[in-house]
């Protein structure tokens, strides 16, 4: 009636765990691509002096697909390698433990962009991109900071005020001792003061203690002071706040309705294929437009020729910029929505102060996105950077930073776009395989997934 289910049944030969691993499951393309790829920005930062170390390679296999399934702690991933069969085949059943990994993300990944670059190149010439219709899109990740450690600038420049009005009464209470003290030293006798010398002596000591005392308190105060000080300026003119356990972080609207500390994503996409990523405390997208043109165009090597993004990016600076550019944008302003409907009932009328270049822009943007390609365009970007988007956070799980600090977030955010889009190669490669693409590349890879016969 059922099979033999036997749970201690010894074998001869152990089975390779590679024969447990489905042909074209992720994890080969990429051991595939790692293995292809130069290590050595990681490798030039170990030192030839010790214990020999793991191999950056194995360790960084581990890691991206560790983010592509979703799998970021160090500690599960410290797991993983013992009881996943996957994980195992790509560390070659070696099992460093997990501050060995949480080291080597931390120290060594400070370049992973690198990585990343390699994998967009792979993009290039297997022809998924061409850096044509770039949509541009930014979203909220939340900080592994506490709301509780958050610092907000108005209540940093109450206290401040508070600190400056306690340091004024310390002055002022000194030049009130040194008044009195003055008075005391001028009169040089008994007969002329009336008073006992050890008397004065006696309250010359007393005074000279409290100046002592309120010199220390007014240097605590003015240490404090600096260190509001100092908060400001890392918080900067376009931050309304800061956490203390992540100083990079600033109180956001989530996507899901709440206000939390966190960052401010921004992906470039084509055909949902990352091409840019960037890391901003600004709540706004307003100014992130221009940062990540500028990564576009310092990782694929060129500008993009249209950019269609949302409301989000649509002022005049923006327009001007993409002009000067020479590129073409499909974005409409704050109130586009709002203006076309008012136009269509007729009852629309033109702000008392307008801008004469503004005006022009938001122009030519009615006409472009009201035109059928505007609404293809616009369809397009719902369908390219909007899934790319969803893909991070809900298939691979990712929504909320691990790491402290902007420079290591970006290391985590670099890791999640990397597995992001080696799946889309994977996609492509299975597609480019049935229709008998002749590039090397495609051949390759489409044999380390089992797509074509090994030769």
């Not at 992720?26 to 050595?40: C, F, G, Y």
């Not at 030839?48 to 160090?74: D, E, F, H, W």
């Not at 059943?93 to 501050?99: A, G, K, L, W």
């Not at 990782?299 to 001007?320: C, F």
């Amino acid at each position: 009636m059922f099979k033999e289910y036997n749970q201690n049944q010894i074998q001869l030969l152990p089975r390779s765990l590679e024969e447990s691993i489905e042909k074209d499951h992720i994890a080969r393309l990429i051991s595939q691509v790692i293995d292809e790829m130069d290590a050595s920005f990681i490798e030039n930062t170990y030192s030839n002096i010790g214990q020999r170390a793991y191999c950056p390679k194995m360790l960084l296999k581990v890691l991206v697909y560790g983010y592509t399934i979703g799998v970021r702690s160090s500690r599960k991933l410290d797991d993983k390698l013992k009881e996943d069969i996957v994980f195992m085949w790509l560390s070659g059943r070696q099992t460093p433990d997990f501050r060995t990994i949480a080291d080597f993300r931390k120290d060594r990944l400070i370049d992973v962009k690198k990585v990343f670059l390699e994998v967009l190149n792979l993009c290039q010439e297997l022809g998924m991109v061409r850096i044509g219709k770039v949509s541009v899109d930014g979203t909220k990740f939340r900080a592994d900071a506490s709301g509780n450690k958050t610092r907000y600038r108005k209540v940093l420049f109450k206290n401040k005020a508070s600190l400056e009005n306690q340091v004024d009464d310390i002055l002022k209470e000194a030049d009130d001792i040194d008044r009195e003290e003055e008075k005391l030293l001028g009169n040089k006798t008994e007969h002329q003061t009336g008073i006992d010398m050890k008397e004065m002596e006696k309250k010359l000591k007393k005074m000279k203690k409290r100046k002592e005392t309120l010199e220390r308190r007014k240097d605590k105060l003015e240490a404090r002071k600096d260190d509001i000080n100092g908060k400001l300026r890392k918080m900067r003119k376009d931050r309304n706040s800061m956490s203390i356990t992540d100083k990079d972080a600033t109180m956001m609207l989530m996507k899901e309705g709440y206000i939390d500390s966190g960052y401010n994503a921004q992906f470039a996409t084509e055909h949902q294929v990352i091409l840019a990523y960037g890391l901003f405390s600004d709540r706004n997208d307003q100014k992130l437009l221009k940062p990540m043109v500028e990564e576009i165009k310092s990782n694929a090597g060129k500008d993009p020729e249209i950019i269609p993004a949302d409301a989000g990016y649509g002022n005049r600076t923006n327009y001007r910029f993409l002009k000067n550019r020479k590129i073409i944008a499909f974005i409409p302003y704050n109130n586009f929505n709002k203006e076309m409907a008012e136009r269509r009932k007729g009852i629309y009328r033109l702000p008392k102060n307008i801008n004469i270049e503004l005006e022009r822009y938001k122009a030519r943007q009615r006409m472009r996105l009201l035109s059928p390609e505007g609404k293809k365009m616009m369809e397009r970007r719902r369908q390219d950077v909007e899934p790319t988007i969803g893909d991070i956070k809900r298939n691979m799980n990712f929504r909320t930073f691990g790491l402290r600090g902007k420079p290591k977030c970006l290391v985590e955010l670099g890791l999640v776009s990397i597995g992001h889009n080696l799946k889309k190669v994977k996609s492509w490669i299975k597609k480019m395989v049935e229709y008998q693409d002749g590039r090397e590349k495609t051949i390759a890879l489409g044999t380390a997934l089992g797509y074509l016969p090994s030769k």
